[in-house]
């Protein structure tokens, strides 16, 4: 019944922006911390950000900090990644996930969210 459903991927060159959008439902959203892994073809899922339950706090992997913004919309129960100065080796699937505790050494493991959207591909043409 819970579900999280991504959108937002696509094709952009080198320089470019997106903007990926995860709709919730099925939970209280407003109960967990929100967070965003991606996963490039022969890799491991690599952290790439998460947010608090009210969106008061964030926290980034180094190499997208100050490129990447993410963000929450509490009455919309939707979460977002915005994406500014793309580069090719952000190519990936990006993933959502839900999950209840918050910490850093927490929300940047992957078996600490308790549920998963379905991926959508971003890739960055150079």
């Known amino acids: 019944q819970v579900q999280l459903v991504e959108s937002g991927g696509g094709l952009v060159q080198a320089g470019g922006s997106l903007r990926l959008s995860c709709a919730a439902s099925g939970l209280s959203f407003s109960s967990y911390v929100m967070g965003w892994f991606r996963q490039a073809p022969g890799k491991e899922r690599e952290f790439v950000a998460a947010?608090?339950?009210?969106?008061?706090?964030?926290h980034y992997e180094d190499s997208v900090k100050g490129r990447f913004t993410i963000s929450r919309d509490n009455a919309k129960s939707t979460a977002y990644l915005e994406m500014n100065s793309l580069k090719p080796e952000d190519t990936a699937v990006y993933y959502c996930?839900?999950?209840?505790?918050?910490?850093?050494?927490?929300?940047?493991?992957?078996?600490?969210?308790?549920?998963w959207g379905q991926g959508t591909q971003v890739t960055v043409s150079s």
């Open positions: 996930a839900a999950g209840r505790d918050w910490g850093p050494t927490v929300v940047v493991v992957s078996t600490r969210y308790d549920y």
């Open positions: 947010v608090t339950w009210s969106g008061s706090r964030t």
